[in-house]
């Protein structure tokens, strides 16, 4: 069985920083590109980054302007998303996905990265920032 399970996720401060990880089982994880989501309550879900883990590509969205940072350690399959300087904006439940790789390098759909099909899903870490 596949699995994603994120951990890492509590409350901060305002300014503060937190660690995500997201460790993966049950697919070979080279293969696969790992997505980073969070939903905040009444919104919609929304992308945040991604890392093809075959050749390193990285894509942010727009609005991480350099705040938050993401990466892997391929021996552990373990994916991560630093987040830095954190906003009570921020306060969501994040989400890792996992899909094939070449699925975000061909940009399978044409929507971009965050708009392709994510085969499996963690079940989410809530992370809260006070003011």
Do not use: M
């Not at 300087?85 to 990265?113: M, Q």
């Amino acid at each position: 069985d596949v699995r994603l399970v994120e951990s890492g996720g509590g409350l901060a401060q305002a300014g503060g920083s937190l660690t995500l990880s997201c460790a993966v089982s049950g697919i070979t994880f080279y293969d696969y590109a790992v997505g980073w989501f969070r939903q905040a309550p009444g919104k919609e879900r929304e992308g945040i980054a991604c890392i093809v883990n075959e050749d390193g590509t990285i894509h942010y969205a727009d609005f991480v302007k350099g705040r938050f940072t993401i990466s892997t350690n391929n021996a552990q399959s373990t994916a991560y998303l630093h987040l830095n300087n954190l906003k009570p904006k921020d306060t969501a439940v994040y989400y890792c996905a996992a899909t094939w790789g070449k699925t975000v390098a061909e940009n399978r759909g044409g929507g971009g990265w965050s708009s392709v099909y994510w085969d499996y899903w963690g079940q989410g870490t809530q992370v809260t920032v006070g003011s």
